[in-house]
């Protein structure tokens, strides 16, 4: 741990508690706000004996100083969730944000650069709904997402946008979260929901990070509560991303309110496509094909409950290839241990193992 990320979590807690520089100095037993100045900027060498005092002033364990993957003020986050208490959902924060963090140090650990640029979108609060769907079938298209867009979604999202995507067992209302840090952006998905779900999720979270500059998403992301303009175009944006008007062209014949099968037809085409099929009723709104009130009267049925039934689901593999080949290397080469590796991802060794088996990666455990 550096002096300047010791001073960086001692500022950080003293903001959090608005506690002035004198007034800590003061409970250091420092001579002037000045010293408690230059180890907040890392001047200054904070001792041991220091530090012990500052966990008790501010009653953090001495793993807040000296974890070095923490993120501590250093991520934004925003929570795509329903009713999940604010103390449970800061609870996950902290785990998922070590994670994240683990994987940005070892990355840059093992001399791998992150990109100079990241993508962004043109996009602002002022944009159409319209305009929404196409930078959604645009940016599907400059992703070459083929005729099923959502198969491929999450490695584009991880290879063409720098970003890495975390399937994870989120505690219960989380469906996925956006997570912006000033070098990479993170994508939290809770692997444990229905497959049109997370794919739905992880494209509404990739607008949040192709637009967080323009337009910042707010902390928690309600699913079932009135959504604000910002969440609205990332739901139209994601609906532009999945089901680009070029791909369910070959489908579009089938898919006529006065076809005779028009509701199998519904339920086929989007578990093809891997989306719900109020996804798609909602699609044909804009593309012309349905009414607002025919698509809230057909939502309102039964029919289209996990796609007539068509909807199969595997759950994936914990995390994602990109993030345990980067945790992989750094086991091999030392930069992290095997228990440590298995305590920050909360595995056993044998879950551990089995999830490289999983990620169909060569284990480096016991190397």
Excluded at 177 to 206: K, Q
Aim: some cysteine; hydrophobic content about 40%.
């Amino acid at each position: 741990m550096s002096q300047t990320l010791f001073g960086e979590r001692l500022r950080f807690l003293r903001d959090q508690n608005e506690m002035s520089q004198d007034k800590l100095a003061n409970l250091l037993g420092l001579e002037s706000r000045q010293i408690v100045s230059n180890i907040e900027t890392g001047v200054r060498k904070i001792s041991g004996d220091e530090l012990i005092v500052c966990t008790s002033i501010f009653g953090v364990g001495l793993d807040f100083f000296t974890n070095p993957y923490l993120l501590v003020g250093q991520g934004s986050f925003s929570w795509r969730q329903s009713g999940v208490p604010l103390e449970e959902l800061r609870g996950f924060e902290a785990l998922s944000g070590e994670w994240i963090g683990a994987y940005r140090s070892l990355r840059n650990q093992l001399g791998k650069k992150p990109r100079a640029l990241l993508s962004e979108v043109r996009l602002t609060k002022k944009s159409s709904y319209e305009e929404a769907v196409e930078m959604g079938e645009a940016v599907a298209a400059e992703l070459q997402l083929g005729d099923v867009p959502a198969h491929s979604l999450a490695s584009a999202a991880e290879e063409k946008l720098d970003a890495v995507v975390l399937m994870t067992d989120t505690i219960e209302g989380i469906s996925g979260a956006a997570c912006r840090l000033p070098e990479m952006n993170a994508i939290i998905i809770n692997r444990n929901e229905p497959i049109s779900r997370r794919n739905f999720d992880l494209a509404h979270e990739i607008f949040h990070i192709l637009t967080w500059e323009a337009m910042p998403p707010e902390y928690l992301d309600g699913v079932d509560n009135a959504k604000s303009r910002v969440e609205q175009l990332a739901d139209k944006f994601a609906s532009g991303l999945l089901l680009p008007q070029s791909a369910l062209e070959r489908h579009l014949d089938k898919l006529q309110p006065s076809s005779e099968d028009f509701v199998d037809n519904v339920n086929r085409v989007a578990t093809e496509m891997m989306v719900s099929s109020v996804a798609l009723l909602w699609r044909l709104v804009d593309l012309g094909i349905l009414s607002r009130q025919q698509c809230r009267e057909y939502s309102e049925t039964n029919w289209f409950k996990y796609n007539g039934g068509m909807l199969e689901d595997l759950r994936p593999a914990l995390l994602s290839k990109k993030y345990l080949s980067v945790i992989g290397e750094a086991v091999e080469k030392g930069l992290i241990s095997e228990r440590r590796v298995a305590a920050l991802l909360r595995l056993s060794f044998e879950e551990l193992a089995g999830l490289f088996i999983d990620h169909e990666l060569e284990s480096p455990l016991g190397l």
